[in-house]
T-cell receptor
Framework: RKEVEQDPGPFNVPEGATVAFNCTYS??????FFWYRQDCRKEPKLLMS???SGNEDGRFTAQLNRASQYISLLIRDSKLSDSATYLC???????????????FGKGTKLSVKP | DTGVSQDPRHKITKRGQNVTFRCDPI?????LYWYRQTLGQGPEFLTY????????KSRLLSDRFSAERPKGSFSTLEIQRTEQGDSAMYLC??????????FGPGTRLTVT
C-alpha cells in the first residue's frame, strides 16, 4: 500500500465549478499535512497546510480526519489558473532522528475549462 | 532572486558518465533536502542535511549517489556511472523549520 494515495484524475471541470480532491495516508504517526500545487514542468509550491480543525484560504478549504487518515481539498469557483496538479503531502516527524522529509502522493491533475 | 536555485537546469548525459548538480538554498535556511521526481509521480525523498550534517538518506539513494553540503550552505548531488533509470527531475528544497519547504526549479536529467 502506498503511503499517500490520491486519485490521479484528470478532473476536467468548467470555470466556476466546485471540485474536491481526496487523499488517504497509511501511517497513523503522520504529524503534519499539506497540499502542494505543481504546474507542468515546474517545482511544487506550498498551497496550504492542513489542520485538524479544518482551514480555509480564500476559495480553498482543507480538511483532515485523523481517525480515517483522510485529507481533502475543496476548490470553489474554479478559475482557469487553478489548472495544475495538486499533491497531497504528509510529514512523518521522527523524534529519534531527523525531521521533515515530506512524503508526496502522485498528485491529482485538474484542468479547468472555459 | 532570493529563492532556491539549482544548476544546471537541464543535463543530458550518456550512460556510464558521472554528473553533479548544485543547489543553493534560501539564505539562512539550515535544512536542505534532495528529492527525485519521475513522470506521473510525486517527488520522492532522497536525502536531508541540517547545516553540513547529512542526517537521513533514503534507500533510494544507492551507492552511486552521493550528496554533500560542506559548509552548510550550497549542496551538491553526484551520480556516478549513470543509468537510464536515473533519468528524472532532481529537486532541491530548503527550510528553516520542519514544515515549510521551498523548492528550487529542479535539474532535469536525461540519460541516453
Amino acid at each position: 500500500r502506498k503511503e499517500v494515495e490520491q486519485d490521479p484524475g484528470p478532473f476536467n471541470v468548467p470555470e466556476g465549478a466546485t471540485v474536491a480532491f481526496n487523499c488517504t495516508y497509511s501511517n497513523s504517526a503522520s504529524q503534519s499535512f499539506f497540499w502542494y500545487r505543481q504546474d507542468c514542468r515546474k517545482e511544487p509550491k506550498l498551497l496550504m497546510s492542513v489542520y485538524s480543525s479544518g482551514n480555509e484560504d480564500g476559495r480553498f478549504t482543507a480538511q483532515l480526519n485523523r481517525a480515517s487518515q483522510y485529507i481533502s481539498l475543496l476548490i470553489r469557483d474554479s478559475k482557469l489558473s487553478d489548472s495544475a496538479t495538486y499533491l497531497c503531502v504528509v510529514n512523518l516527524m521522527n523524534y529519534g532522528g531527523s525531521q521533515g522529509n515530506l512524503i508526496f502522493g502522485k498528485g491529482t491533475k485538474l484542468s479547468v475549462k472555459p | 532572486d532570493t529563492g532556491v536555485s539549482q544548476d544546471p537546469r537541464h543535463k543530458i548525459t550518456k550512460r556510464g558518465q558521472n554528473v553533479t548538480f548544485r543547489c543553493d538554498p534560501i539564505s539562512e535556511h539550515n535544512r536542505l533536502y534532495w528529492y527525485r521526481q519521475t513522470l506521473g509521480q510525486g517527488p520522492e525523498f532522497l536525502t536531508y542535511f541540517q547545516n553540513e550534517a547529512q542526517l537521513e538518506k533514503s534507500r533510494l539513494l544507492s551507492d552511486r549517489f552521493s550528496a554533500e553540503r560542506p559548509k552548510g550552505s550550497f549542496s551538491t548531488l553526484e551520480i556516478q556511472r549513470t543509468e537510464q533509470g536515473d533519468s528524472a527531475m532532481y529537486l532541491c528544497a530548503s527550510s528553516q523549520t520542519s514544515y515549510e519547504q521551498y523548492f528550487g526549479p529542479g535539474t532535469r536529467l536525461t540519460v541516453t
